[in-house]
T-cell receptor
């Protein structure tokens, strides 16, 4: 079955530091890959996505590249801000009859000023 | 555009009691999802509706959980009777077209359930 493994948190960084959150997946076929973010007190929202190998998703300074050869979709940002503090979820959707999302466990990021 | 609405936001009940959660998806979204998010874990799909029909309920504990989506718009998820392990955040999401590659799901704020 499908599964997503992302790095354990929590991750604590200083403002302007470089961020990487690792994500690897197991799936049948050719999944679409997503990063969702959950800010404190809010619902999940889509951060970025990639639908085929070598695609790069980007949004708000965050980037992730779909690497089929390593089954990975690592999230990166060159310079984090305090406002980026949130829980980040890697997820995949592998089609079939319902394209349901399979999520990783989430990584809590705290950025200190 | 209004987002996905859920109520209540918080609920505390005793074990063996019953509880119901309500979700109103984004207008025009044919697909509605209910997820369970236990503390420290990612959301897990409980049930997916396409209009008012069930597409996937393979992970719904049907002995105690039920869900309906009458008229293909809003939906209700019920737990009866509740167990301690049902303590979680229940998320509702909706999407326009479930069959598109990379289709985005839009999530509501969730209902935090505590079973004591």
């Amino acid at each position: 079955g499908n599964s997503v493994t992302q790095m354990e948190g929590p991750v604590t960084l200083s403002e302007e530091a470089f961020l990487t959150i690792n994500c690897t997946y197991t799936a049948t076929g050719y999944p679409s890959l997503f990063w969702y973010v959950q800010y404190p007190g809010e619902g999940l929202q889509l951060l970025l996505k990639a639908t085929k190998a070598d695609d790069k998703g980007s949004n708000k300074g965050f980037e992730a590249t779909y690497r089929k050869e390593t089954t990975s979709f690592h999230l990166e940002k060159g310079s984090v801000q305090v406002s980026d503090s949130a829980v980040y979820f890697c997820a995949l959707s592998s089609g079939g009859s319902n394209y349901k999302l399979t999520f990783g466990k989430g990584t809590l990021l705290t950025v200190n000023p | 555009e209004a987002g996905v609405a859920q109520s209540p936001r918080y609920k505390i009940i005793e074990k063996r009691q019953s509880v119901a959660f309500w979700c109103n998806p984004i207008s025009g979204h044919a697909t509605l999802y209910w997820y369970q998010q236990i503390l420290g874990q990612g959301p897990k799909l409980l049930i997916q509706f396409q209009n008012n029909g069930v597409v996937d309920d393979s992970q719904l504990p049907k002995d105690r959980f039920s869900a309906e989506r009458l008229k293909g718009v809003d939906s209700t998820l019920k737990i009866q009777p509740a167990k301690l392990e049902d303590s979680a955040v229940y998320l509702c999401a909706s999407s326009l077209d479930p069959t598109g590659v990379g289709v985005e799901q839009y999530f509501g704020p969730g209902t935090r359930l505590t079973v004591t």
